[in-house]
Structure formats: structure tokens, C-alpha cells
């Protein structure tokens, strides 16, 4: 149906910067919103960022606001998330994430996922 590959994921110093991307596959990629979440060892998922169709307008958790940016390229079908000065807190899983409506809402969870791509931060 609709396939969400993540990539990016690494090791890096606190401080540090990543980027993660996410091809997406199966559906009209630029008419959908999408997102990240992550899970950490022993927590359960938590919602990072996401976006509307068009990219206009951009919505984050407190704990990565001013930190992380979400961004997508519809022509390419891909999204991204840009992570500057990490901290060891935001060691997890990280999992793209697509849903069925153009808009973002915060009660509606995703419909699809990635596979994950692990971020590891040390201190």
C-alpha cells in the first residue's frame, strides 16, 4: 500500500546535527500530511513533527522546537527532518510517518509508518 523508508540515522556527540530522510512510496505523496515520531528504549512513541501537504505550515513537540526542523520536497516524494545540537535525550528510534489528510490534527495518530532509522546521541 504505501511505503514510508527512513534513512539518515547515526551516531553522533551531543551537540551535534543529523539529518533523516524518508522516501515515500504508494500514494500521492504531496497531497497528504506527514510527520516523525520516535520511540526511546523502554518509552513509548512520541510524536516529533509534522507537516501539511504544501509544506505551509509546521507543527512540534516542545521538547525539539527551535532544534529540529521539518521539511518536504514533493517533486521528489521525500521528506526530512534537519536535528541541530542533539542531546542524549533525543536518542531513540525515529519513525516517519504518513496520514490520510492533507491538514495536521493532534488527535488523528498516523496512518502509516516507516520501519525506523536509530539516532544515538552520546554524551
Known amino acids: 500500500q504505501v511505503q514510508l523508508v527512513e534513512s539518515g540515522g547515526g551516531l553522533v556527540q551531543a551537540g551535534g546535527s543529523l539529518r533523516l530522510s524518508c522516501a515515500a512510496s504508494g500514494r500521492t505523496f504531496s497531497s497528504y500530511a506527514m510527520g516523525w515520531f520516535r520511540q526511546a528504549p523502554g518509552k513509548e512513541r512520541e510524536f516529533v513533527a509534522a507537516?501539511?501537504?504544501?509544506?505551509?505550515?509546521?507543527y512540534y513537540a516542545d521538547s525539539v522546537k527551535g532544534r529540529f526542523t521539518i521539511s518536504r520536497d514533493n517533486a521528489k516524494n521525500t521528506l526530512y527532518l534537519q536535528m541541530n545540537n542533539l542531546k542524549p535525550e533525543d536518542t531513540a528510534v525515529y519513525y516517519c510517518?504518513?496520514?490520510?489528510?492533507?491538514?495536521?490534527?493532534?488527535?488523528?495518530?498516523?496512518?502509516?509508518w516507516g520501519q525506523g532509522t536509530q539516532v544515538t546521541v552520546s554524551s
Open positions: 507537516l501539511t501537504w504544501n509544506g505551509f505550515s509546521t
Open positions: 510517518t504518513g496520514y490520510s489528510q492533507p491538514l495536521y490534527y493532534e488527535k488523528t495518530p498516523p496512518d502509516y
